[in-house]
Every structure is written in C-alpha cells, then in structure tokens.
C-alpha cells in the first residue's frame, strides 16, 4: 500500500492546501473588533519552501477569505491562492489550465467535506490526522500529524522522498 502512496507522490507537480483545519488547526479567532486570527506552524512553511525549492509547485484553496493568509501565503512565496472559493473545483481547473498539470500530478490536502470534490480528483488525496471521518475513505492516505500541527510538512517530506530530493535537501543543511 505504501508503494502505491508513494508512486502517486513521485507523480506530483503541484499541491494544494486547504487552510483553515490542514495549514491551521481550524480554530477561528476574533478581536471585538472583528478580526480573524490564525496560527500557522513554522515547520508546515518551512516544508513548503523546500518544497518549491525542489521544482513541485505549491497553491492553496480555501473555503474563507482572511487577510492573514495571504499575508502568510505571500511570504511563503505561494503565487496561487484562492480564497472564498465554495467551488473548490472551478479553482482546480483553473491551475490545470495555469499550469498546464493533468489531475494526477496533483495532491491535495483536506480535512472536511469541502476538499471532497478536489480529493476524489487528484492523483494524491491526502487527510490530515483530525480531518472529519466522512472524508476518511476518500483519502490515499493520512498523515500522522493534525492539522496546523506539522500536517503539512509531512505532505511535503512524502513528496520530496518519493520523487527522492529529500536527501539532497537534508545535505544542504550539513
């Protein structure tokens, strides 16, 4: 099974994260002012950035908008996102046409019934640990990790080892 997982990974050009329970842990907060707040770990963005370093293009598609993801999204230096998107799937076909990608170059990383759409596309479906079970069966696989709490970057090293850059990104820190 893991073979699998792993030659659907060395396929992938382009990952897409959801935000809000995938890049954060799904919390919402506000001020008395109304606005939103969101924590997103340093290891998932780092992960990113070496992702991108390897060539594998990197976009997220999320169901809100707030200005705190783009700001994080801008100094990660991730050029595609889509925010507000209720269709995640007009979002998709769009990269793909972007990008010039079919679907099973791509992953995606969800956690709720909105990713299922894109899940049930993609060359890859990743879950986080905590997603909601009615996206489980869908998933090729799970990572070990909640959401907001290195999720992402686990996607990130399955990726880079399938397609075996890991190890050079490792030896670049030596």
């Known amino acids: 099974m893991m073979q699998e997982i792993l030659n659907r990974a060395?396929?992938?050009?382009?990952?897409?994260?959801d935000v809000d329970g995938v890049l954060t842990d799904g919390k919402l907060f506000f001020d008395d002012q109304g606005r939103e707040y969101k924590s997103f770990h340093a290891r998932d963005g780092h992960g990113i950035k070496l992702l991108r370093r390897t060539g594998v293009e990197v976009a997220v598609i999320s169901g809100r908008k707030a200005e705190s993801v783009g700001?994080?999204?801008?100094?990660?230096?991730i050029e595609?996102?889509?925010?507000?998107?209720?269709?995640?799937?007009?979002?998709?076909?769009d990269?793909?046409?972007?990008?010039?990608?079919?679907?099973?170059?791509?992953?995606h990383v969800g956690d709720d019934l909105l990713d299922l759409p894109l899940m049930r596309r993609v060359g890859l479906s990743v879950a986080v640990a905590d997603a909601h079970c009615s996206i489980l069966n869908y998933a090729h696989w799970r990572t070990t990790l909640r959401g907001g709490e290195g999720a992402a970057r686990e996607v990130c090293d399955l990726v880079m080892r399938a397609q075996g850059t890991l190890n050079g990104i490792i030896e670049s820190y030596f």
Not at 10 to 17: H, K, Q
């Open 10 to 17: 060395a396929a992938v050009r382009l990952v897409i994260f």
């Open 71 to 77: 700001r994080r999204m801008a100094s990660l230096g």
């Open 80 to 93: 595609h996102v889509y925010q507000g998107q209720e269709n995640k799937l007009a979002a998709l076909e």
């Open 95 to 107: 990269l793909c046409g972007r990008l010039g990608l079919r679907h099973e170059q791509i992953a």
